[in-house]
């Protein structure tokens, strides 16, 4: 390879870095802000906790993670970026306030349709109830591709808490416990089930 190929690679990477925009959303009381951004591919969002409660950007609907992002807790001043490639509609909520509408939408692209996993397509393979629970919850498992095996539940740190063995499409309880039988403390676990996840949040 030449040198002068060498240099209009380095330069065009240069000028497509130099185009892509980062979009900033405002975390304020129990509100994204603005609640819908729309962006092309290749740029990035960022958001920041404006506020003085903790908050999380988490990919998905209605509590239920599609494993795409999870910014973790943001406390006031912190900010989390995520970069989007390909066009999309993609939804996010906040994991500890997504029952009061604490959600938001990121559009990527002109239409926003979808080609990458999205935010809907894991929400019918799994639900729990009740959510949130106290002692025990029944997880409802639907056919789903891979949608075999085991039921892993981890905290909101990512540590694997249980794993369940039901048969497949059935219905499983977890009572609270971890895989050495001691009680799981209250908070929010996720539950993956083949391409499923779920969020369930437990009150003590």
Not at 45 to 59: A, D, E, K, P, R
């Given at each position: 390879?030449?040198?002068?190929?060498?240099?209009v690679?380095?330069?065009?990477?240069?000028?497509?870095?130099?185009?892509?925009?980062?979009?900033?959303?405002?975390?304020?009381?129990?509100?994204f802000?603005?609640?819908?951004v729309?962006v092309?591919?290749?740029?990035s969002?960022?958001?920041?906790?404006?506020?003085?409660?903790?908050?999380?950007?988490?990919?998905g609907?209605?509590?239920?993670?599609?494993?795409?992002?999870?910014?973790?807790?943001l406390?006031h001043?912190?900010s989390?970026?995520?970069?989007?490639?390909?066009?999309?509609?993609f939804?996010?909520?906040?994991?500890?306030?997504?029952l009061?509408?604490?959600?938001?939408?990121?559009?990527?692209?002109?239409?926003?349709v979808?080609?990458?996993?999205?935010?809907t397509?894991?929400?019918?393979?799994?639900?729990?109830?009740?959510?949130?629970?106290?002692?025990?919850?029944?997880?409802?498992?639907?056919?789903?591709?891979?949608?075999?095996?085991?039921?892993?539940?981890?905290?909101?740190?990512?540590?694997?808490?249980?794993?369940?063995?039901?048969?497949?499409?059935?219905?499983?309880?977890?009572?609270?416990?971890?895989?050495?039988?001691?009680?799981?403390?209250?908070?929010?676990?996720?539950?993956?089930?083949?391409?499923g996840?779920?969020?369930?949040?437990?009150?003590?």
């Open positions: 390879m030449s040198r002068t190929s060498i240099a690679g380095a330069l065009l990477i240069v000028v497509s870095q130099s185009l892509a925009t980062q979009v900033p959303v405002s975390i304020v009381d129990f509100a802000a603005p609640d819908t729309r092309n591919a290749g740029d969002v960022i958001w920041t906790n404006n506020g003085t409660f903790l908050h999380t950007s988490t990919s609907v209605n509590g239920v993670w599609d494993s795409l992002w999870e910014s973790g807790d406390g001043g912190a989390f970026v995520r970069g989007f490639s390909v066009d999309g509609t939804n996010y909520f906040c994991r500890h306030h997504y009061s509408g604490m959600t938001g939408v990121v559009v990527v692209g002109a239409s926003g979808n080609e990458e996993p999205g935010s397509e894991n929400a019918p393979h799994i639900a729990g109830f009740p959510n949130p629970f106290g002692r025990t919850i029944t997880l409802r498992l639907l056919p789903t591709r891979g949608g075999r095996g085991s039921v892993r539940l981890f905290d909101a740190s990512g540590k694997l808490v249980r794993t369940l063995w039901p048969a497949a499409g059935a219905s499983v309880v977890w009572d609270g416990t971890d895989n050495r039988g001691r009680e799981a403390g209250p908070g929010v676990y996720f539950c993956r089930y083949g391409s996840a779920l969020a369930v949040t437990r009150l003590r």
